[in-house]
């Protein structure tokens, strides 16, 4: 069973820094192709950014330039630092892992709130 915590979540004023965490467990991690997504009241959760196990990223073009995703698979870890951080921003951040080709590997962790006050 795959297990993905997320932290760093919190309140930040418009313009401010935050690094998001997410530490899993349960699998091969290197393997993940692991993402932030991200769901504000009432709307649809929503990619923001993902990072395959080759590297290779992606972003939603809203954050293009201010968020950046890494990974350190020695630590089975995903980061999502995130730079000028606009009230729009505000969301609950999930972590998610999916395995290429496999449709049914698909985890979720608990989510993460980030407010962004102007």
């Known amino acids: 069973q795959v297990q993905l915590v997320e932290s760093g979540g919190g309140l930040v004023q418009a313009g401010g820094s935050l690094r998001l965490s997410c530490a899993a467990s349960g699998s091969i991690f290197r393997l993940n192709t692991m993402g932030w997504y991200r769901q504000a009241p009432g709307k649809q959760r929503d990619l923001v950014a993902a990072?395959?196990?080759?590297?290779?990223?992606n972003y939603a073009d809203s954050v293009k330039g201010r968020f950046t995703i890494s990974r350190d698979n020695a630590k089975n870890t995903v980061y999502l630092q995130m730079h000028s951080l606009k009230p729009e921003d505000t969301a609950v951040y999930y972590c998610?892992?999916?395995?290429?080709?496999?449709?049914?590997?698909?985890?979720w962790g608990q989510g993460t709130q980030v407010t962004v006050s102007s």
């Open positions: 990072i395959t196990s080759g590297g290779s990223t």
């Open positions: 998610n892992a999916k395995r290429p080709l496999y449709r049914d590997y698909d985890y």
